[in-house]
C-alpha cells in the first residue's frame, strides 16, 4: 500500500514562508504528475501546483510567483514552497502522486494558517 505523508504545514503570520514536504513510500519517478492541492472551509478542493515526470510546471494564477514545486526522484520527495504567504492561502495542503487510475495516491493533508 502505497502511502504519502505531508509535513510543514503550521501558523505563519502574513507575509510569512512555509515549506510542505510529502514522503511518498513508492518511487516517484515512475509518476508523471505530482501535484500540491488545497482545501478550505465551504470550497472546493483547488490545484494550486503540479509538476511532471519531465520537470514542467504549473501553478494555479493566485499563487504563481509566490509558490515553487519541486521533486526529488531519489528521495521519493515532493516538495512546495510558500512566500509572501496571504490569509487567502489558509487551507489543509495534500499532495498527489498519479500515473493512471490504478496508482492515484493522496495524502492525509496538512493544515496551512496565515493569521496575525
Known amino acids: 500500500q502505497v502511502e504519502l505523508e505531508e509535513s510543514g504545514g503550521g501558523l505563519v503570520q502574513p507575509g510569512g514562508s512555509l515549506s510542505l514536504s510529502c514522503a511518498a513510500t513508492t518511487s516517484i519517478s515512475n509518476f508523471n504528475y505530482l501535484a500540491w492541492y488545497r482545501q478550505s472551509p465551504g470550497k472546493e478542493r483547488e490545484l494550486v501546483a503540479r509538476?511532471?515526470?519531465?520537470?514542467?510546471?504549473m501553478y494555479v494564477d493566485s499563487v504563481k510567483g509566490r509558490f515553487t514545486i519541486s521533486r526529488d526522484n531519489a528521495k521519493n520527495m515532493l516538495y512546495l514552497q510558500m512566500y509572501s504567504l496571504r490569509p487567502e492561502d489558509t487551507a489543509v495542503y495534500s499532495c498527489?502522486?498519479?500515473?493512471?487510475?490504478?496508482?492515484?495516491?493522496w495524502g492525509q493533508g496538512t493544515q496551512v494558517t496565515v493569521s496575525s
Open positions: 498527489r502522486i498519479y500515473k493512471d487510475a490504478l496508482r492515484d495516491y
Open positions: 509538476i511532471t515526470s519531465g520537470g514542467s510546471t
